[in-house]
């Protein structure tokens, strides 16, 4: 297995389009997570699913911001209308976790995006 | 609410020097606190992890950190800097056992190492 993978690795997008991003967790990880990191400053929690289902959205999840595990393996996080204020590093984890416990979450090399 | 204060935005020291890199939390019930490195264009990785067992806990890479409840920190050290070590560093704390949960990271500390 070659760890999580985040597509693309960078993207550039002009104010007020719409961008999605794919993460594909480690095949036997039944949980995903998704983070944002702006320069200078540790990654923020923004969701976290079980399977397919959204358990935690964090505040900084706008209306903007929706994001979809739909069989339980890949995940798309979606920013509508983006804003400048998007610009930042959009890291997404995995892990397994097994009767209440977790094993240690991978992170993926992130989306960089950009809006211009 | 839980929170980490990183202090030292930049930490610079030789190779072969001891490195000290400095985490304090706050939390209103026993915290689960983390060490995690960042290599350039990389994504994060799990250095270390405190959950209330060992206060002294080991990690990967030669990096070890000690719980102080006393003194609410969690400070990362290794005996003898590597140049491979150059990279930011992440204290990061939870109230639950898994690594990756409602994680709240502090802001990072760069570390560099001089020849």
């Known amino acids: 297995d070659t760890g999580v993978s985040q597509d693309p690795r960078h993207k550039i997008t002009k104010r007020g389009q719409n961008v999605t991003f794919r993460c594909d967790p480690i095949?036997?990880?039944?949980?995903l997570y998704w983070y944002r990191q702006t320069l200078g400053q540790g990654p923020e929690f923004l969701t976290y699913?079980?399977?397919?289902?959204?358990?935690?959205k964090s505040r900084l999840l706008s209306d903007r911001f929706s994001a979809e595990r739909p069989k339980g393996s890949f995940s798309t996080l979606e920013i509508q209308r983006t804003e400048q204020g998007d610009s930042a590093m959009y890291l997404c984890?995995?892990?397994?976790?097994?009767?209440?416990?977790?094993?240690?979450?991978?992170f993926g090399q992130g989306t960089r995006l950009t809006v211009v | 609410a839980q929170s980490v204060t990183q202090l030292g935005s930049h930490v610079s020291v030789s190779e072969g020097a001891l490195v000290l890199l400095r985490c304090n939390y706050s939390?209103?019930?026993?915290?689960?606190l983390f060490w995690y490195v960042q290599y350039p264009n990389q994504g994060l990785q799990l250095l270390l992890k405190y959950t209330s067992a060992a206060t002294l806990v080991k990690g990967i890479n030669g990096f070890e950190a000690e719980f102080k409840k006393s003194e609410t920190s969690f400070h990362l050290t290794k005996p003898s800097a590597h140049m491979s070590d150059a990279a930011e560093y992440f204290c990061a704390v939870s109230d639950r056992p898994s690594s990756a949960s409602k994680i709240i990271f502090g802001s990072g500390t760069r570390l560099s190492i001089r020849p």
């Open positions: 939390s209103s019930v026993p915290p689960y």
């Open positions: 699913f079980q399977n397919e289902a959204q358990l935690e």
């Open positions: 095949s036997e990880h039944n949980r």
């Open positions: 984890a995995s892990s397994l976790g097994v009767r209440g416990q977790n094993t240690e979450a991978f």
